[in-house]
């Protein structure tokens, strides 16, 4: 292949595809390059006339090196992976970097090792990063444990590109055995640490450095950006379904940064992908705050690519990878068509190729719940005022808020504009439920339950009134895990089969199924600003401040510890 290649490239041999008329950007240089762009055995071979077996006219449009996404949980996506890339792929992106801690949670290294090898299976192009924290805390139950011996084992094997995002900051801060030992052995591996750092600054930013975290997708300021660059960090750029960081972060971008800023995805539907774009969304996103248009395309690319060991990825350039993205321009970023490994796998939006799916029983849904009543979601509360997780549109980070209600020693009466919310542990029949409050997310007359609950993936539930959360919960029981919303007196699911997580049906088959859902809970009253599935996952998350929810109670972020939802 290569002395073909090195014929190819002097015009002894015709290539296999000639981008003919191509507007590309050389992500060195900085610069829009136009030329014909040869092509033969998946390697960009020339620039220039060429002969070719076949011609492509891209005439018009832009060519990219293909999109980087540095840091996402497929999972979120609620399609299994197979599934997953037909979608990106439609959008430009031809590599990502997975951190499958969401499967992990339920189903231990068999998760893991579910999504290796269904991604294998298909032409995107992957880094399969360890699951540093299960569980994330010891302040919730999981399907499964990965200790530090288990990580200092894993992360060793050549299909484990280093150790994801560690959010156990309290651990690291304090030194503890374990935490270091997952730490050291990514070390001792010569392998990537990711971060999970969100408000970390000063000497605690400094400890996490020195434990060896490279990475963090956690930053929403300007100024927290500028400290985390200055001490060698990589920032990567969050534009999800229910976080978006980008036109924020992007204002910390200068000539001399330019080449520590990523972007990612972290959490992101799929109807969300198919309807605005995956990273293609982003770089369209930091353009239109401000940024070059240019320097978008090398944070979408060549940085991930350098960061992450993407080797000969990342470039439209002589000897590098044929994974390319074509758009109709670089305002509306509207992908045309994908190239990976020299071949077409997207036009118009749609991939035109199909992946075989991964059949493990091993990762079938956990759920190990018993039946429950309207009073199971009774919360007693005998003073006066009541603590309250608020919830704010477009990010995790919650507050607390302190409401007047009237004393109930039997079931308190919800004062207008508050919900309960409750986790149920669905693992190992612990019989573990926590009840509070929440406001900033409204619903009426109906409840939405879910066996989407980062990280520990319990079973959460929102409602306005007990019978209709027993309901939702009770319906997940019955088909193995997913998502339920009771409305006006009837049951509305949406099945997730692996793991309680993830479907394997057709990703246009999904997101039909979800659009529906998502109408649903805005019939239910739902704000238009806020994605209800994606926001309520995240109430279970207790290392995203300030209060959460967990399987054991409510839990204050910021005070490491449970609290009570009455207040004294």
Known sequence: MLKENILIARGKKPADLLLKNAS???????????????????????FGEYEAREEIDVAGQIVTPGLIDAHIHIESSQLVPTEF???????????????????ANVCGMDGIQFMIDSLKNTLLNFKMMLPSCV????????GAVLSGRDCTREVQKKDIAGLAEFMNIPALLLADEDACRKLQGAIDAQKIIDGHAPSVTGRDLNAYLVAGVRTDHECTTVNEAIEKVAKGMYILMREGSATQDVAVLCKAITPYTRSRFLFCTDDKHAEDIERIGHINHAVRVAIEAGLSPIDAI????????????????????????????????????????????????????????????????????????????ASTFNLPCETKRARVIEVFAKTLFTEEKIITIIPNATDIVLPKGILKIAVLERH????????????????????IAQTIAHDSHNCIVLGDNNKDMALAVNTLQKVGGGIAIV???????????????????????????????????????????IDVFMTLSFMALPV???????????????????TKVAVE
Request: one cysteine or more; proline letters at 2%.
């Open 24 to 46: 590309y950007i050389n992500v060195f240089t900085g610069e829009i390059e136009r030329q014909n762009i040869a092509i033969a055995n998946g390697k960009i071979v020339g």
């Open 85 to 103: 890339a037909k979608l990106v792929l439609a959008q430009g992106t031809t590599a990502i970097v997975a951190d499958p801690h969401e499967i």
């Open 135 to 142: 569980p994330a805390t010891p302040f919730e139950t999981t």
């Open 298 to 373: 090398i944070c979408a690319t060549i940085n991930a690519a350098i960061c992450y060991g993407f080797y000969n990825k990342g470039a439209v350039a002589i000897g590098y990878d044929a994974d390319l993205a074509v758009f109709d321009s670089l305002q509306t970023m509207r992908c045309t068509m994908t190239i990976v490994d020299g071949k077409v796998v997207a036009k118009n939006g749609k991939a035109i190729v199909q992946f075989k799916g991964v059949e493990d029983k091993k990762v079938v849904t956990s759920m190990h719940i018993q039946e429950v009543t």
């Open 428 to 447: 190992k029949s612990t019989g573990n439920i926590a009840v509070a409050l929440l406001s900033g997310i409204t619903l009426k007359n109906g409840a």
């Open 487 to 529: 409305y006006a007196n009837k049951v509305h699911t949406l099945p997730l089969e692996v793991a309680g997580l993830m479907t394997a049906v057709a990703e246009n088959q999904y997101i039909a199924q979800m659009k529906k859902m998502v109408q649903l809970s805005k019939d239910l009253g739902v704000q238009a600003d």
């Open 544 to 562: 995203i401040p300030k209060l959460k929810m967990t399987d054991k109670g409510l839990f204050d972020v910021m005070q490491f510890a449970y």
